[in-house]
């Protein structure tokens, strides 16, 4: 079922940031003081796990009718990130993301797809994911540039905000996309929600983060959803059980006989 395929793509991974303390008077990019230099500083900080395995229920709304899935989801940072599902007691597909791209097969109808993330980017609405951009994205990290020249930063007794102060600009394959983006982070400098609007046209992204749990000096959010809005809505959701930081074997491989599905 391609809609497995997509499902694994769009949650091949996930976790980790890393806390310090908030600041408590008002913030504006407007004026460059100490405070703004450290928040910026916090919420593009790099995680620190070298792997990590995550337990996880996975809810896809895409218009079809799609089981919850029971994820194992594994990753070794910067590297890869690898994810089995099963529904129904059943193995249903597995995939598999690197720097160099994006794989995954279902075997209900025995298809897989192989491609580099313009696919991923076409699930999500945008141009801008890599694979650092979306391994951040999963694990409740910045995944946009945020600098004070092109974000306003308020604060308020919820949190941080930030909002574009102009369209965003992100190139790819030779063509050009604007955006507008809000950002908000609650007192710890957690990252809470995101929201990205094409500009001139409908495509919305909109990841939340909540429930966030302390592991092995990491912040690790336990509730992740993606919204997808343009010509057809969608929305996954993973809810994550259990962290773990022990090393283990992801194997992939396509079986024998699967058909490749064409990317368009």
Same mark, same amino acid.
């Not at 809810?239 to 074997?249: A, C, G, L, Q, V």
């Given at each position: 079922m391609k809609?497995?395929?997509?499902a694994a793509?769009v949650i091949?991974m996930?976790v980790s940031?890393?806390?310090?303390?908030a600041?408590?008077n008002?913030i504006s990019?407007?004026?460059?003081?100490?405070s703004?230099?450290a928040?910026?500083?916090?919420?593009?900080?790099k995680?620190?796990f070298q792997q990590?395995k995550?337990?996880?229920r996975?809810?896809?709304e895409?218009?079809k009718?799609?089981?919850?899935?029971?994820a194992?989801?594994?990753?070794?940072?910067d590297?890869?990130?690898?994810i089995n599902?099963?529904a129904?007691?059943?193995n249903?597909?597995r995939g598999?993301?690197t720097p160099?791209g994006? !794989?995954g097969?279902? !075997?209900w109808?025995?298809?897989y797809?192989e491609?580099d993330?313009s696919y991923l980017n076409?699930?999500l609405?945008?141009?801008?994911?890599?694979?650092?951009?979306?391994?951040?994205l999963l694990l409740?990290?910045t995944?946009i540039?945020v600098?004070?020249?092109?974000?306003?930063?308020? !604060?308020?007794a919820q949190?941080?905000?930030?909002?574009s102060?102009?369209?965003?600009s992100?190139?790819s394959?030779?063509?050009?996309?604007?955006?507008?983006?809000?950002l908000s982070?609650?007192?710890e400098?957690?990252?809470?929600?995101?929201?990205?609007?094409k500009?001139?046209?409908?495509?919305?992204?909109?990841?939340?983060?909540?429930?966030?749990?302390?592991?092995?000096?990491?912040?690790?959010?336990k509730?992740?959803k993606?919204v997808?809005?343009?010509?057809?809505?969608?929305?996954i959701l993973?809810?994550n059980?259990?962290?773990?930081?022990?090393k283990?074997?992801?194997?992939?491989?396509?079986p024998?006989?699967?058909?490749?599905?064409?990317i368009?």
């Amino acid at each position: 079922m391609k809609k497995y395929i997509l499902a694994a793509a769009v949650i091949i991974m996930m976790v980790s940031c890393k806390t310090k303390t908030a600041v408590e008077n008002p913030i504006s990019t407007n004026s460059p003081i100490a405070s703004n230099t450290a928040f910026f500083k916090t919420i593009t900080e790099k995680t620190n796990f070298q792997q990590l395995k995550i337990n996880s229920r996975i809810t896809a709304e895409t218009g079809k009718f799609i089981p919850p899935l029971d994820a194992t989801i594994y990753i070794e940072k910067d590297k890869k990130v690898w994810i089995n599902m099963i529904a129904i007691f059943l193995n249903v597909g597995r995939g598999l993301a690197t720097p160099d791209g994006i !794989k995954g097969y279902e !075997k209900w109808n025995k298809t897989y797809i192989e491609s580099d993330f313009s696919y991923l980017n076409g699930l999500l609405n945008v141009n801008f994911i890599d694979y650092g951009a979306f391994q951040n994205l999963l694990l409740g990290k910045t995944f946009i540039p945020v600098t004070a020249k092109d974000f306003k930063l308020t !604060k308020n007794a919820q949190g941080y905000l930030l909002t574009s102060i102009k369209d965003l600009s992100f190139q790819s394959n030779g063509s050009s996309h604007e955006y507008s983006a809000s950002l908000s982070y609650n007192n710890e400098m957690d990252l809470e929600n995101v929201s990205l609007k094409k500009i001139n046209a409908s495509d919305e992204l909109q990841v939340s983060y909540a429930n966030w749990e302390n592991f092995e000096n990491n912040k690790l959010p336990k509730t992740v959803k993606i919204v997808i809005k343009g010509s057809k809505d969608s929305q996954i959701l993973l809810e994550n059980t259990k962290f773990e930081s022990s090393k283990m074997d992801a194997p992939y491989s396509v079986p024998n006989n699967y058909k490749k599905t064409e990317i368009k």
